[in-house]
């Protein structure tokens, strides 16, 4: 249980699973419903991309869980690594904020192997700024 007493949905956890061992899914939306769970809101398609989701990343907090595929170096390769997105605007109500942040860890320790990203504004959720992070943790 997270310090608000918000419990992680198990659909959650089935679908995170589903989308790192199978790659079932683009994305992952998870938002907090009723003070009292978090839950799925919507697992995307494997064909929906990343540019989808950012066009409709709403002005209230959520979660995303991301597969990122992206190139190295020229001549390293490709890799693909499960994004943890806490999407929390600066034009969020302070209530939503504070309990999206103090829900998040609980959240975040049922996802084995994912890369953390915060992002406040669109800026720090383009995907170009994004797959930037992620090739810096790579080197």
Sequence with gaps: MSKSGVEVSDDVIKAFNDMKLNRTHRYLSVAIKDKKEIFLEK??????????????????????IVDFEFELQEGEGSRSKLVFMYWCPDTAKVGEK??????????????EGVFEVQANDKGDADEQYIISKLKAATK
Excluded: G, H
């Design 43 to 64: 697992a995307s398609s494997r064909e929906e991309t990343y540019a989808e989701l950012f066009a409709n990343i709403p002005n209230e907090p959520r979660y995303y």
């Design 98 to 111: 504070m309990l999206y942040a103090s829900s998040k860890e609980s959240l975040k320790r049922k996802l």
